[in-house]
């Protein structure tokens, strides 16, 4: 794709508002001709000019033939989206260093067309399932929240002189968790058969702060700690229960000098050997408490991806 066209498509696609599911409709789709499809408009201009030259009937018919051909590829390149439904799905969480699967469905008011779908900045082909699914992985190199980028969507069918394609924004996002790091520390016990321990759920305890989210509402608001500092800040909830003996991971257990993303990996790994092992754990982030019982680290892992991370919606 030529650099002009690229970044006529990202402008488009910045135009594009960001929605669960889109119908291409006519203002959604645009039209170019093709390589081929310039070559073919040249030739065409320059038979009609050899036919006013010369006064060749048989030339007039033959431009007038390939001016008729490039306007059926318009009308049957566009019937190719025309009406198309995406909807987009996002896959599993994934840990960073990975690829993330989006599952992209399309639904067709009649009869299927022949398209293609890549990601904006382009990436690995498109993987057709049976169902008129498409798979469609990225990168994830990050820790934190994926976004799905921006789609290209287009069709040069069935004569590849014209081309109808669309940019296409899709709401879907998956948690990357931290990549895992191993970590020889030894499990720190974190308590006996009568120890009382904040769980993460809901009840009367206040359990800290941690980042606010929009789907918390606005009445979870620490709206004190918002004045003194200008930090929007969640309160939260939970409630004292009796536990049996726990596995206690801390941010604490690292030098004050190790950076935030390697104490998230170190922590990571410690989980997932913890999860092997079955053992109930708790896990302590600043201003944020997880008790984890029978290795099931699902809430702990999501809590480090989301450690300092906005919602990327």
Same mark, same amino acid.
Request: aromatic share 10%; glycine share 8%.
């Given at each position: 794709?030529?650099?002009?066209?690229?970044?006529?498509?990202?402008?488009?696609?910045?135009?594009?508002?960001?929605?669960?599911?889109?119908?291409?409709?006519?203002?959604?789709?645009?039209?170019?001709?093709?390589?081929?499809?310039?070559?073919?408009?040249?030739? *065409?201009?320059?038979?009609?000019?050899?036919?006013?030259?010369?006064?060749?009937?048989? &030339?007039?018919?033959?431009?007038?033939?390939?001016?008729? #051909?490039?306007?059926?590829?318009?009308?049957?390149?566009?019937?190719?989206?025309?009406?198309?439904?995406?909807? /987009?799905? *996002?896959?599993?969480?994934?840990? /960073?260093?990975?690829?993330?699967? +989006?599952?992209?469905?399309?639904?067709?008011?009649?009869?299927?067309?022949?398209?293609?779908?890549?990601?904006? @900045?382009?990436?690995?082909?498109?993987?057709? =399932? %049976? @169902?008129?699914?498409?798979?469609? *992985?990225?990168?994830?190199?990050?820790?934190?929240?994926?976004?799905?980028?921006?789609?290209?969507?287009?069709?040069? *069918?069935?004569?590849?002189?014209?081309? &109808?394609?669309?940019?296409v924004r899709l709401a879907a996002s998956v948690w990357v968790y931290p990549q895992p790091l191993p970590d020889a520390r030894a499990p720190t016990p974190g308590g006996g058969e009568d120890d009382s #321990?904040? =769980?993460?759920?809901?009840?009367?305890?206040?359990?800290?702060?941690?980042?606010? =989210?929009?789907?918390?509402?606005?009445?979870?608001?620490?709206?004190?700690? +918002?004045?003194?500092? =200008?930090?929007?800040?969640?309160?939260? +909830?939970?409630?004292?229960?009796?536990?049996?003996?726990?596995?206690?991971?801390?941010?604490?257990?690292?030098?004050?000098?190790?950076? &935030?993303?390697?104490?998230?990996?170190?922590?990571?790994?410690?989980?997932?050997?913890?999860?092997?092992?079955?053992?109930?754990?708790?896990?302590?982030?600043?201003?944020?408490?997880?008790?984890?019982?029978?290795? %099931?680290?699902?809430?702990? #892992?999501?809590?480090? &991806?989301?450690?300092?991370?906005? @919602?990327?919606?």
């Amino acid at each position: 794709m030529s650099q002009w066209r690229k970044a006529l498509e990202q402008w488009m696609a910045r135009r594009a508002p960001r929605a669960p599911s889109v119908t291409l409709s006519q203002n959604r789709i645009y039209l170019l001709p093709t390589r081929f499809g310039l070559l073919l408009f040249g030739v *065409a201009v320059l038979v009609w000019i050899g036919a006013l030259n010369y006064a060749v009937s048989l &030339a007039y018919v033959l431009s007038f033939w390939i001016i008729a #051909l490039l306007l059926l590829s318009v009308f049957t390149a566009y019937r190719q989206l025309a009406g198309l439904a995406l909807r /987009a799905e *996002a896959g599993g969480p994934v840990f /960073a260093g990975d690829s993330a699967d +989006f599952v992209v469905h399309l639904a067709w008011p009649q009869e299927p067309g022949r398209l293609r779908l890549r990601w904006q @900045d382009g990436g690995e082909r498109e993987r057709w =399932q %049976d @169902d008129g699914r498409v798979l469609l *992985a990225l990168a994830a190199p990050r820790r934190g929240q994926l976004a799905m980028p921006p789609l290209r969507v287009w069709s040069d *069918a069935p004569l590849g002189l014209i081309r &109808a394609f669309a940019p296409v924004r899709l709401a879907a996002s998956v948690w990357v968790y931290p990549q895992p790091l191993p970590d020889a520390r030894a499990p720190t016990p974190g308590g006996g058969e009568d120890d009382s #321990l904040l =769980q993460r759920r809901d009840g009367d305890e206040f359990a800290g702060l941690t980042a606010w =989210q929009p789907a918390q509402g606005m009445r979870r608001i620490a709206w004190r700690v +918002f004045a003194r500092s =200008q930090t929007l800040a969640a309160r939260e +909830f939970a409630s004292l229960l009796p536990q049996g003996r726990q596995l206690l991971l801390d941010w604490s257990d690292y030098p004050p000098t190790m950076a &935030a993303e390697e104490r998230l990996s170190r922590l990571c790994w410690r989980l997932l050997q913890a999860q092997q092992g079955g053992a109930t754990v708790l896990l302590n982030l600043p201003q944020q408490q997880l008790l984890l019982p029978d290795g %099931d680290v699902t809430p702990g #892992l999501l809590a480090l &991806a989301q450690f300092g991370v906005r @919602d990327a919606s």
